[in-house]
């Protein structure tokens, strides 16, 4: 069984300040780990994804993400946000098709949502 | 094309109304997923469909009934929907999964669902 953690419900950020939003996961198996972006009203978008490789992966937006074996995490970072990040943004974790289900199955977080104060 | 399309974007129905939400894509995608997401809630998958054939039921009730007549269409057919069915309805597609790769799942922009 997967799941995913993410202990803030809500972050406000002023413009131009570095953020991090946490993200924690349980696998029995080896994972793929996600970042999504939902703008109000919308569909999700990919942001960044972990498959192997290097820990620290790069993605849309100026956003980035380490991925730490040891702490099972997957925080998200940028710099520097923007008005236009404010957002809902969801980690998720798939088994890569190793359960039976043959197909991806995504299990997302709970969601934090990110507000920018000008 | 890199766009999942949903039709419509918002859809209001009366609990004993028989409606459909339909989801296109034309990526060559073999796998297609219809997803609920309540407010301030993660989605929720519900189907998968894999090749034409439903591959996935998440233990979703019979008043929704999905169909895929073709590899570019998912229809998600509702009938004696509840007040709490309300909900934004997501679909996604993806390429058939190979052996030792992934297959990023390309999200449409839903279709906002309310049953009075």
């Known amino acids: 069984a997967q799941s995913v953690t993410q202990l803030d419900s809500q972050v406000p950020v002023f413009e131009e300040a570095p953020v991090e939003l946490r993200c924690n996961y349980s696998?029995?198996?080896?994972?793929?780990l996600f970042w999504y972006v939902q703008y109000p009203n919308q569909g999700l978008q990919l942001l960044l994804k972990?498959?192997?490789?290097?820990?620290l992966v790069k993605g849309i937006n100026g956003f980035e993400a380490e991925f730490n074996k040891s702490q099972t995490s997957f925080h998200l970072r940028k710099p520097s946000v923007h008005i236009s990040d404010t957002a809902e943004y969801f980690c998720a974790v798939s088994d890569g098709g190793k359960s039976n289900f043959g197909n991806e199955k995504l299990t997302f977080g709970t969601g934090t949502r990110l507000t920018i104060i000008p | 094309d890199t766009e999942v399309t949903q039709t419509p974007k918002h859809l209001v129905m009366g609990m004993t109304n028989k409606k459909s939400l339909k989801c296109e894509q034309h990526m060559g995608h073999r796998a297609m997923y219809w997803y609920k997401q309540k407010a301030k809630k993660p989605p929720e998958l519900m189907f998968v469909y894999s090749y034409e054939k439903l591959s996935i039921n998440e233990s979703v009730p019979s008043r929704f009934s999905p169909e895929c007549p073709n590899s570019s269409l998912l229809n998600l057919h509702l009938h004696a929907l509840q007040p709490e069915d309300s909900a934004l309805y997501l679909c996604?597609?993806?390429?058939?999964?190979?052996?030792?790769?992934?297959?990023?799942?390309?999200f449409g922009p839903g279709t906002r669902l309310t049953v009075l």
């Open positions: 972990y498959l192997s490789g290097s820990t």
């Open positions: 996604a597609s993806s390429q058939e999964r190979a052996s030792g790769s992934y297959n990023e799942q390309f």
């Open positions: 696998s029995s198996v080896s994972v793929y």
